[in-house]
């Protein structure tokens, strides 16, 4: 069966305004298999799997199926080809149930032609039940948490019986457990001879799941692979076509007093009893499962959310945190998780999402001094090596990367003496990441005092000097940068504590 | 997966050229507009010196409106009440700058006030009236939509309730020198609206409150996570947003001479075309003062033009909604 090539793709170019994003691209794909394409971002993959399902139309280039030629005109017949495909943005239709988000578009009918509702939600439970899903159809959609919502969309994609899923990064939001969960879901289907395609940026899963690997760079085809010739730092070499020497450069250095003290922070039903020391020139990892609260700890400490309980002592000086603004005062920062939903500005400047954090104290009578706000984000973007034309770029063409730079000089501008970054690397390429980790480094070493919310393992243990490791809401576990192991920290994530 | 253009200079001097045209398109579009007409209409009629003040007179009212609402629309609101604010505020401001003695007044015993007095009340009128906007919306959490369709029709009401629904006229000189004077040959409305852009195209340009407004249109949770206090600047902006329609309000009593608590009615709607077809978008984030002028001009031009060239008013209305969706499809292609 892996004998038999699914599809075909030749000669696949792409251009977007100012940018080559296909450049005479070709990839086979077996039936029966996992091919993984891998690539730094703007590499291509998204790009040419949009080709695919019909999103995009090529420049150049054929698509072939079973040997047959094919056009996609548009996503409907993609999916009439038993193409489907998994976005790496989920667009869920939140006031929706969940059987009704499924089968959007190709609702079940009864024989009057009406919506029969009883009939989705049944054939939405059997689905469930045969890929154990443990979630309700009738359950309204806005009341789920991403890692469900992403279940849901996988459920969807593997309702349509394609021959071919295309995923697109489907673990960037959900959890180890759920992973796994996934991958069972995923050989099952590739026994069955589906092949499936399966976009990642996390290399540990390539080598779990994947048959073959086909790196892209810079919108070309690099090489492709069987996965057994592979290893992580040549996979790395091939992505970046550089070696890499250090992929967490967290430097160990002086730890100074302690800064941040929090003392018994709670919010009723999410997070319970926090307390920990946070000093300067440390990096402290917060690691957990998706869902134990890390971010909302965060949030908490930030006065974005309300708390019940617990204080918060900023050098030595107890605070009341009422909003952001009030955090900000007291020399915090929160690089958030979601960088499109709460970090950027899309459609404004680079410059403007630098410079908003700190406007206070670029306009202390209320106008801007417009010289200044330039000094400071031109000596950002230098120190930060920012890939950009210029300052008045409009920040959502910027690469996902270099948007992340910007929102760290954001903050980096308020001169915090607590910087909180939740998921600093999520969703950016290869290079990008080692930078960031660099400029963490960095900053540690320039005396802050970081506070770091990570999903991934290696970042965890590569980057802090400590690590508390939270579930249901609690800290369950504290180790030191020496104690730390991949195997302890994920049984004390694991560990069932009582729900908050 | 979006990157940055890459530095082949050719190509980045070509790209230069399309975003510098595609920025000022709407400016290029007025311009065409202005040469055509220059050549169609019948005995040079549009390019006398005395029509194209009139066109710019004309749009005074709807300008400054429309620089009212485009502040709402780029922190992706929007203000439904203009046309009635402007209307309640007309007629309030009116009432106390009446001849003193003739019997008919709303206030017949009021003694001759200073025509500065009706100003501010009008200003005042507007200010009050959208800071309400502002509060419902940054307190309540109503979306704008509803909190100002809600005000049209309070606002219109204290307009009727205050002048007994009669119109208020027979106006002090003083008061109606602001409609129909002029400062070394400029009419008074035109120097009023010259004012309001410059001062409105500083306070978003060369301060952090015009920062914030922008801010919270590009991204609102971004916005607070970064120490804005989004309650305060939605409280500003509407209560700009009403200052703007009370000031409406004043110049066209003063122009017509007369306010009568229908003034305005609809108003609201030619200053969102305005708005929209100067390019602010629905999207939020993105608008500019000069985009929203060009864009008032386009709709006076339009309209002027098609005067000249008798074509019927039936006509007229088809053709300016034609234009507004046809803004909104470049818009929607330019942001892609």
Known sequence: MAEE????MTGISKEFPGVKALDDVHLDVEAGTVHALMGENGAGKSTLMKVLAGIYTADAGSININGVPITVPDSATALKLGISMIHQELSPVPAMMVAENIYLGREPLNRFGLVDKGLMIRKAQALFDKWQIDINPRATMSTLVVAQMQMVEIAKAISYDARLIVMDEPTSAISEREVAHLHRIIRSLRDSGVAIIYITHKMDEVFKIADFVTVFRDGRHVSTLPAGELDRQKLITLMVGRELTHLFPKEDIEIGDVVMSVRGLTRKGVIEDISFDLRRGEILGLAGLMGAGRTEVLEAIFGVTKTD??????????????????AIKAGMGLLTEDRKKTGIMGVLSVRDNMSIAN??????????????????????????????????????????????????S???LTLPDVLMIDEPTRGIDVGAKSEIHRLMSGLAKEGKAILMV???????????????????????AEFSRAEATQERVLEAATVVAPAA | MTAAAPASSGRVS????????????IVFIFLGMCVLLAIFTPNNSFLKPQNLINIVRQITVTGLLALGVMLCIIALGIDLSLGSVLGFAAVVSASLVQQPGWKEALWPNLPQLPAIVAVFAGLGVGLALGSVNGGLIAVFKIPPFIATLGMMTIARGFAYIYSNGRPVSTLNPDFLWIGGGDILGIPVPIIIFGIAILLMHMMLNFTRFGRHIYAIGGNETAARVSGVNIGRTKVGIYAISGLMAGLGGIVITARTQSATPALGM????????AAVIGGTSFAGGIGTVWGTVVGALIIGVMRNGMDLLNVSPFYQQVVQGIVIIVAIIIDERKNR
């Open chain 1, 309 to 326: 309980a617990g204080t918060i002592t900023v050098n030595g000086k107890q605070l009341t945190i009422g909003s952001p603004a009030d």
């Open chain 1, 454 to 476: 990570s999903s991934e393992m290696p970042e965890i243990l590569g980057m802090s000097d400590r690590v508390l490791v939270m579930s249901g809401g609690r800290i369950t």
């Open chain 2, 14 to 25: 070509r790209e230069a050229i399309t975003s510098f045209l595609r920025k000022y398109l």
């Open chain 1, 5 to 8: 090539v699914l599809l075909r």
């Open chain 1, 359 to 408: 406007l206070d104290r670029f306009s202390p009578n209320g106008i801007l001094r417009k010289g200044q706000i330039n000094a400071a984000c031109e000596a950002q973007r230098t120190a930060l090596a920012l890939k950009t034309p210029s300052l008045a770029q409009v920040i959502k063409n910027l690469s996902g990367g270099n948007q992340q730079k910007v929102l760290v």
């Open chain 1, 410 to 412: 954001r903050w980096l």
């Open chain 2, 266 to 273: 609809g108003y609201e709607l030619d200053a969102i075309a």
